[in-house]
């Protein structure tokens, strides 16, 4: 079975920077993508941005894209999320997923890092 697992998180004032692991355990292959997620408190989930496995190509979502870093340690299993310029709005619970081949659906999931972004 594979499990993710979400880390990093915490509180930060606005204008610092936070780096998010997430480590991939019970894989028999790589994935096709590994990608991040956030859902504020009362809103609903929103797409940060992921990478490709096999070459490490990365893309974003609007709301942190030059912001947000995605990148990633195959030999570890593991993805980051390097965030910098963190804005109040950031607050949200980050979680991770994977799409094991390219026409499967995101699954599993992390359980989810809370990042605070307060002054």
């Known amino acids: 079975q594979v499990q993710l697992a979400e880390s990093g998180g915490g509180l930060v004032q606005p204008g610092d920077s936070l780096r998010l692991s997430c480590v991939a355990s019970?894989?028999?292959?790589?994935?096709?993508?590994m990608a991040w997620f956030r859902q504020p408190p009362g809103k609903e989930r929103e797409w940060v941005g992921g990478?490709?496995?096999?070459?490490?190509?990365?893309y974003y979502g609007v709301s942190m894209k030059g912001r947000a870093t995605i990148s990633r340690d195959s030999a570890k299993n593991t993805v980051y999320l390097q965030m910098n310029s963190l804005r109040p709005e950031d607050t949200a619970v980050y979680l991770c997923?994977?799409?094991?081949?390219?026409?499967?659906?995101?699954?599993?999931w992390g359980q989810g890092t809370q990042v605070t972004v307060s002054s």
């Open positions: 997923t994977a799409a094991m081949s390219a026409s499967s659906a995101y699954s599993p």
């Open positions: 990478i490709r496995w096999d070459d490490g190509a990365a």
């Open positions: 019970g894989l028999t292959f790589s994935p096709y993508v």
